[in-house]
């Protein structure tokens, strides 16, 4: 099945599988009749936009203060190498939770309260630096126990 939108210039190509058939194809939207396996571990159905983020930008941390684990919501306009670290109070380095490039859009990054080797960091005042392009913001995260 072959279906176009004047609108966007979009065509979709519709492949069925059969059942179980173990075939993954990438889906950004889909409505309520979609069959197949969404595959994107950085892009949700559920987190993809109606459209692309106007703006860059870092949201605060959500639930903050957190236990065990956080997140925050990160708009890019355009293909771009992300770079993520958290920070503890002294400046140094805890954990790296990106550093590659990704697409433009909406994207979800978490962090379970451990440093880089997996070990539970204490409670207390962290900070997220995220870098993209030109644009660089500092988010501050508590953690509980």
């Known amino acids: 099945m072959t279906a176009a939108a004047a609108s966007t210039k979009l065509t979709v190509v519709d492949v069925k599988t059969k059942a179980g058939g173990g075939k993954h194809w990438r889906i950004y ?3 309520p009749r979609r069959t197949g396996v969404i595959y994107d571990p950085a892009l949700s159905v559920e987190a993809a936009p109606a459209t692309l983020p106007e703006e860059f930008s870092v949201s605060g ?3 903050n203060p957190f236990n065990p684990s956080t997140t925050v919501r990160i708009n890019l306009l355009s293909i771009q190498f992300l770079s993520a670290e958290v920070y503890d109070v002294t400046g140094r ?3 790296r939770l ?3 490039e990704l697409p433009a859009g909406v994207h ?3 962090w ?3 440093d880089g080797a997996g070990i539970p960091t204490s409670a207390g005042i962290y900070f ?3 870098r993209a392009g030109d644009h660089h913001r500092i988010q501050k995260m508590t953690l509980l126990k």
Do not use: H, K, M, Y
């Open 93 to 95: 380095s805890v954990r």
């Open 128 to 130: 997220l630096s995220v």
């Open 108 to 110: 979800f990054l978490t």
């Open 29 to 31: 939207r889909g409505g």
């Open 112 to 114: 379970d309260g451990t």
């Open 61 to 63: 941390n959500f639930p």
């Open 98 to 100: 990106a550093a590659r």
